[in-house]
Structure formats: structure tokens, C-alpha cells
């Protein structure tokens, strides 16, 4: 008996056997990252999220919550930065598992449950496997999502957003125990810490919303009552991340003014949807970038995605599907940043918007409407056999692409030199300013190869809507085709390096003496500049002295505190203190650098090279005479060349009040213990005085002076204080985040709601 149209390909594309199929895909594309013997390294994931991970894996180890970081930035708050994601359940992969390769596994793991998600939901919205594959395989395999390798924590946020709007779409819908549902998948997602990608996921459950509430009126009551019931008990469970994460933000560098116009789409970069290569240019190390962007190393969505895209907006049955059209055109916009008005009306509108950064954030919307859409699409010609229109359209965006490709002729790239600004300050590797400028790559040809794999896909997903016993061979053998054109679309766009290269190093040993700051290194500014713009070919070599010279995050790796670092938030007062230091150019105050701690300082001879020093002072001090100074007058005398920070100590004029009868006398200080998230020291006054603590100030550090609790005061700027009554006495400082205690009261709570109202609900329905 013969089979109809569609049924075998229908039955090999049920959720298990496409799994496996995303998973050897996955596979095929990073095989000695699945194996462990090589490792993602480019940009963030290797100098700050790889570091960040280790840390926090030996803070696991040790059996500690790393609340604070003693090594970046003369100390930061750790677990309140969110995208170190310390709260993510998921991170039990690389915290039991062995670094490198578990954080590969990690990132791959939810690439793959991302595509499983957006199959699920493409499925609920078409009813056709073949049209859910497709979403899922576009949705891992485009350009947008590969770029997103370098941020693993944008990949967990990715990897459960469709799984957030399926849930709360039918949340919004049939209410009771979706609500809990909802709530615990959208927990997960808000604890992966990306707060942008986060914030658009629950746009596009609001927009989906409202399009029900739009075709029955009647159900606004219900939606809002549904939706905010989800949102709470979202926030509820996060609760133990997002309060102390909102008062380091209130205490950060970063205010409603912060965003800038820096990493915004070009207005001619929607050419890049369909061309990758259009005004693109190559790196020495072989990646390529658009100019001016250098946030997303592809946007690349190809052209049967969005061809299928097109058909599903014109032609599937379904208000959704144009609602999301008008967000993601609107995302379009929005990543063009200030090049249009709208990025500032939308700043204007709703301020908070100014917290986040690059405008090109916004095409992650795309990245995920456009492969829903596609499937929708496929769904439409599968079901109502418009494979004439499916062919209209493919052959308007191939000869889209051909007129793309034919501007692309002659393109040449601009000499190293005359490249952006912005784009060498923070394109994460660099170059000689001097190289000579070199040809671009032919991308005529680049976009032959693009639109031949295009056609290939349009015709097999056409052929496998009609045959009737290898319906599925040819369904498979497009999504594999789209998977290789994503892989291949773009050069090197997620290198890796040989995992031996990450193993902690032995350098560093002699350079960490006593853990968690009591000694630091100090990157010069123009060492730092150097390791910036880094020159080479040989990434191996790049990595190796980027390792040596501790840049970025990577002092995490061998335990080195330093004096800056990468922390995404940091104190506004010590990031000050930190900008001012590294923008002194011609002279470095050594005094600062003594009050600091600073043990070594990067050698005269190669950035990879460290000297040490040996006019470094201890952490712990006390009996310097008090200066009442404002901020601005204070930073200009502890960077001037003659601060010594053993004598003079610089507070703010509010602390005089309390500080009747201090003064400066002889104090000994001894047996300093500094651990992570304690400090003691035994001091003898011979009269009332003050100890300051080389350590970044921040309010969740509490001191009691012989078990009696006292005022932690803000010094010399950015760090710690404590007054110190005359006499023989042990201080103490701990970090104790009030806000994270109650937020882990809140989250227990909320979580005990969930479970009583999933009973609760599941007994109603019974009944």
C-alpha cells in the first residue's frame, strides 16, 4: 500500500528523531569540542566567561557561594553581576564536570535544547513536524545564534526562550498549572543572566498575548490576570539573583545615560541577512565583521529562511505570525541605533533602556521570529501546496542576492590604520596599525555558493512536501544543507584552541603569595594598550601571551588579583579611580600603586613579563592623618605623585560628623587572615584612629571591631575604612548581602507558592 504525501516524513520528524538529528548536526559542526581536546576561545568566552566559570567552579569546590570576586578590580561583587550565572541550576555541568570541555558541553547543550524548544512551539503553532524541524534548525543555525559563542550565558538564554513562550502562551490561554509552568521555565531563564535577551522574550509573550485579547476582547481580564501572575512568580523564584544584582546596579558605572550609539547596525547591514561578506572585512586572525559593528560577528540569516519567513507573514492563516513580523521589523529598526530616530524616541520613552548596551542587541528578536515564521511558512505549503509562490519568492531573494553581490564587487578593505576607533578598541583581538590594507575576499563568490545551497534547500523542502516514500531523505537532507551553509557562511567565526592551552599556569605562582588581594599585579596603561592591539596570525601564540600577561579576566585562572579587570558592573567610585590610574599615560603614581598593593607591575622588556616591586604596602593599614576632601579633590591628590597612602587618608566631608577626636597616631598592625569573604587583622591604637583597607568599598561588607558592629566608611575614594577606638582590638569584615538573603527568603517562598498551587490547581481540575 502506498504511502500519502507527507505521512513518512511527518513520522521521521517526530521530536525524538529530530533531536538526534540536532545533536549530530551539532556534532559534525564542533567535534573536538564534543571530545574535549579543543575549546571555544574568541573574544568574552575565553578572557571573562571561561575565567569567571573557573572561579566559580573552585569557589564550589571549596564548598563557598562566591558572593565576592578578591581578584578583579581591587575586588567586585561576584554573584551580583547575574551573567556569571552563580544561581543557574544548569551550571552543575561545568561545576561538576572537568573544565574546559564541560563548558563546551554546556554551551552546546543548550544550543541544542534551544532548537529542541523552538520545534516544540513551531509544532504547537503549525501541527506540522516538518515545518517544526525546520524553525528548530534555523533557529541554532544562523548567523546571529553562532555569533552568540562567545557569551555562554547569552546561549542559556537563548537555549530556554522558546520554551518560555510556549509555555506562556498556553499559560495566557488555559491558566492553572501552565502559570507554574511558565513561571519555573521562565526562573530558568531569568537566572542565565542576559537581561536583554530576557526582556524581549516576555515582549514577545506580551505581543502574543494581546493578539488573543485582540480576537476576543473578553479575555483582557484573564490575560492580565494570567500574565502577572507568571511575571511574579517569575521575579519571585529569581528573587535571590535580581535583588542583589539591582542594588549593585544602583551602585555601578552604569545609569539611564549609559547606552550609547557603539556597536549599531550600518544602515546598509541588512544586506548582510542574505550576503555575509557585503562590506565586510577580514581580521589578521581571519574573522570578519561589519564595519562599525564589531558586537556580532555574522547576522547572518540566509535566504531560505527568509524566503520562508516571507510566505509565512503573506500566507499563513494567522494574526501571530504578523504581530511578530511587525516586532521584528521594528527590532531591525531599533538596531540601527541613533542612525534613525527611533532608538531615541524609544531611549526618551522608557528610560531604562539606557542601561543596556549596542543596539544591535535587538536583532536577537530577529533571530528568533524569523525561523517561527519560516516554519509557519513551510506549514503553508505543506498544507495548501504553494509551491509556485514558495518558488516566486526564492527566486526574488536569490536575485536579491545577486544585486547585493554585484555591489560587493571591488570592495577592498581600508587599510588597518582607518579602521573605527571603536571597532580596534574593542573588537576583543587586534592588529598593527600599520599592516597594509588587503583585498576582500571575492564575495561574489561567497554569495554564488550561498544561493546555490539556497536553491538546493528551496527544491528538497519543496520535493519533500510531494513525495511519497523518500519524503523524509529529502526533508533531512535539506536541514542538513542549511545547517552546513550556517556553519560555513563565514570564516572562523567560532575558533577554538587546544584545551591544554586553559590548565593553570606556573608563572603565576610566585606572583600570588597570599590568596584574595593581599598582594596585586598591575597591568601598565601601556601594556594594556599593547595586549589590545595585539598583533598576529598565530592565535595560539595571541592566547599564550595574553595568558602570561594576566589580561582581561584571565588572572582568575592562576588566582592573581590585580588592580583592574572585567568585571561587566563595577562601583561607580572605583571605576573612577581605575579610569583616572589608567589614563596616566606619562607617569604612574606610585604611591597609589603602593597604597593598592601592587607587588608587581608589567616589565619594561614585553607585556608577557612581570617586574616586581618592592615599595608595595599592606592591605590592612591604620593611623594616617585624616583629609575631609570631596571625591573629585580626593582623586586628584591620591593620583599625584607625592600620596602616600601610609600617611595621609581621604574622606568624604559627610563622615566628619562621626569622627570626633580621630586622629593620627602609631598603630601596629598584625596577624592580617584575608580569605574570600572575611578579612581580620589585631590592631594596637594608641588612641582613636582609622584602618583603611586597600579593597573596594562596597555596603555589603559589614565590620565589627571585637565582635561589635561599627561603620564601614568609604577612603582615599573607591575603598574601605573602619574606625578604630584607641587600644588592642580585632576587626573584622565580612560580605553579607542583606539583599540576597532576603531575596532567598523571597525565593522560598515563591517556590513553595508554585508547589502549593500547582496541588492546588491540579485538584480544581479533578474536581
Not at 525546520?134 to 520554551?163: D, K, R
Not at 523542502?461 to 531523505?473: N, S
Not at 574601605?720 to 531575596?743: E, I, K
Amino acid at each position: 500500500m502506498n504511502s500519502e504525501p507527507g505521512e513518512s516524513l511527518e513520522r521521521w520528524l517526530r521530536p525524538g528523531p529530530f533531536g538526534i538529528f540536532l545533536l549530530l548536526a551539532l556534532f559534525a559542526c564542533f567535534p573536538s569540542v564534543w571530545l574535549g581536546t579543543e575549546s571555544f576561545f574568541a573574544r568574552d568566552y575565553g578572557v571573562l566567561a571561561y575565567p569567571n566559570i573557573s572561579f566559580q567552579r573552585e569557589c564550589f569546590w571549596r564548598g563557598e557561594l562566591p558572593m565576592w570576586n578578591p581578584y578583579s578590580n581591587c575586588g567586585q561583587p561576584f554573584l551580583a553581576q547575574w551573567g556569571t550565572m552563580t544561581l543557574y541550576p544548569g551550571a552543575l555541568i561545568y561545576l561538576l564536570l572537568p573544565l574546559p570541555w564541560s563548558l563546551g558541553i554546556f554551551c552546546l547543550a543548550h544550543v541544542w535544547l534551544g532548537g529542541l524548544g523552538m520545534y516544540l512551539l513551531a509544532r504547537r503553532w503549525t501541527d506540522t513536524n516538518f515545518a517544526a524541524a525546520l524553525a528548530g534548525t534555523l533557529y541554532v543555525f544562523n548567523g546571529i545564534l553562532l555569533a552568540s559563542f562567545a557569551w555562554p550565558n547569552y546561549l542559556a538564554t537563548l537555549g530556554w526562550m522558546p520554551f518560555v513562550v510556549l509555555l506562556a502562551e498556553r499559560a495566557t490561554r488555559e491558566g492553572g498549572r501552565w502559570i507554574v509552568g511558565a513561571a519555573v521555565v521562565g526562573a530558568l531563564q531569568m537566572l542565565t543572566g542576559a537581561p536583554e535577551i530576557i526582556l524581549f522574550t516576555w515582549l514577545i509573550v506580551g505581543v502574543l498575548g494581546l493578539c488573543d485579547v485582540a480576537r476576543a476582547p473578553g479575555s483582557l481580564l484573564p490575560f492580565a490576570k494570567r500574565i502577572f501572575g507568571m511575571v511574579l512568580l517569575t521575579a519571585g523564584l529569581a528573587a535571590a539573583q535580581l535583588l542583589p544584582f539591582f542594588d549593585l546596579l544602583s551602585h555601578s558605572q552604569r545609569d539611564v545615560a549609559f547606552a550609547t550609539g557603539k556597536w549599531q547596525l550600518p544602515l546598509w547591514g541588512w544586506a548582510n541577512f542574505l550576503v555575509p561578506l557585503y562590506n565586510a572585512f577580514e581580521t589578521p586572525w581571519g574573522q570578519y565583521y561589519q564595519y562599525d559593528q564589531a558586537f556580532l560577528t555574522s547576522v547572518y540569516l540566509g535566504g531560505a529562511a527568509l524566503t520562508l519567513a516571507l510566505l509565512g507573514l503573506f500566507r499563513w492563516p494567522d494574526w501571530r505570525a504578523r504581530a511578530l513580523f511587525v516586532l521584528a521589523v521594528l527590532a531591525v529598526v531599533l538596531a540601527f541605533g541613533t542612525l534613525t530616530p527611533a532608538y531615541g524616541v524609544i531611549r526618551k520613552a522608557v528610560p531604562f533602556v539606557g542601561l543596556g548596551r549596542y543596539p544591535v542587541k535587538f536583532l536577537l528578536v530577529l533571530a528568533f521570529v524569523i525561523p517561527l515564521l519560516a516554519g509557519c511558512g513551510l506549514a503553508a505549503v505543506v498544507k495548501s501546496r504553494l509551491r509556485s509562490g514558495l518558488f516566486t519568492l526564492a527566486l526574488l531573494v536569490a536575485v536579491t542576492m545577486g544585486l547585493i553581490a554585484w555591489a560587493a564587487q571591488g570592495q577592498r578593505f581600508a587599510d588597518y590604520s582607518a579602521w573605527p576607533e571603536s571597532f580596534r578598541a574593542n573588537v576583543g583581538y587586534s592588529w598593527n596599525q600599520n599592516s597594509p590594507g588587503k583585498i576582500l575576499p571575492d564575495a561574489v563568490m561567497n554569495t554564488a555558493i550561498r544561493c546555490g545551497l539556497f536553491a538546493l534547500v528551496i527544491v528538497l523542502l519543496a520535493a519533500a512536501t510531494r513525495a511519497a516514500r523518500h519524503g523524509a531523505a529529502l526533508a533531512f537532507a535539506a536541514l542538513a544543507l542549511i545547517v552546513v551553509d550556517a556553519r560555513l557562511h563565514t570564516p572562523k567565526q567560532n575558533p577554538t584552541l587546544p584545551s591544554a592551552l586553559f590548565a593553570r599556569q606556573d608563572w603565576a605562582r610566585e606572583m600570588s603569595p597570599v590568596p584574595s588581594g593581599a598582594a596585586r599585579i598591575f597591568i601598565t596603561p601601556q601594556a594594556e594598550n599593547v595586549l589590545t592591539y595585539s598583533t598576529g596570525t598565530n592565535e595560539a601564540r595571541i592566547w599564550a601571551v595574553k595568558r602570561r600577561a594576566e589580561w582581561s579576566s584571565l588572572n582568575l585562572l592562576d588566582g592573581v588579583a590585580k588592580v583592574n579587570g572585567s568585571s561587566t558592573l563595577q562601583t561607580r567610585e572605583q571605576r573612577l579611580v581605575e579610569q583616572t590610574l589608567y589614563s596616566m599615560t606619562n607617569r604612574l603614581p606610585a604611591g597609589l600603586l603602593d597604597f593598592l598593593g601592587v607587588a608587581w607591575i608589567t616589565s619594561s622588556n614585553a607585556v608577557d613579563e612581570w617586574s616586581p616591586r618592592a615599595t608595595a604596602r599592606p592591605v590592612v593599614s591604620a593611623g594616617q592623618e585624616i583629609i575631609f576632601a570631596d571625591d573629585a579633590a580626593a582623586l586628584t591628590e591620591i593620583t599625584r605623585g607625592g600620596f602616600d597612602g601610609q600617611r595621609v587618608l581621604y574622606l568624604p566631608p559627610a563622615a566628619r560628623a562621626g569622627l570626633a577626636g580621630t586622629s593620627a597616631v602609631p598603630v601596629v598592625v598584625t596577624n592580617v587572615v584575608i580569605t574570600s569573604h572575611r578579612l581580620e587583622a589585631f590592631l594596637n591604637a594608641s588612641g582613636p584612629t582609622i584602618a583603611v583597607i586597600a579593597q573596594s568599598y562596597y555596603p555589603a561588607w559589614q565590620a565589627t571591631i571585637d565582635d561589635a558592629p561599627v561603620p564601614l566608611l568609604r577612603g582615599n575614594v573607591a575603598f574601605q575604612a573602619v574606625p578604630v577606638p584607641a587600644g588592642s582590638h580585632r576587626l573584622v569584615l565580612t560580605y553579607s548581602d542583606f539583599n540576597f538573603r532576603a531575596g532567598l527568603g523571597v525565593s522560598a517562598a515563591a517556590l513553595l507558592a508554585c508547589l502549593v498551587l500547582w496541588l492546588r490547581l491540579g485538584r480544581l481540575r479533578s474536581e
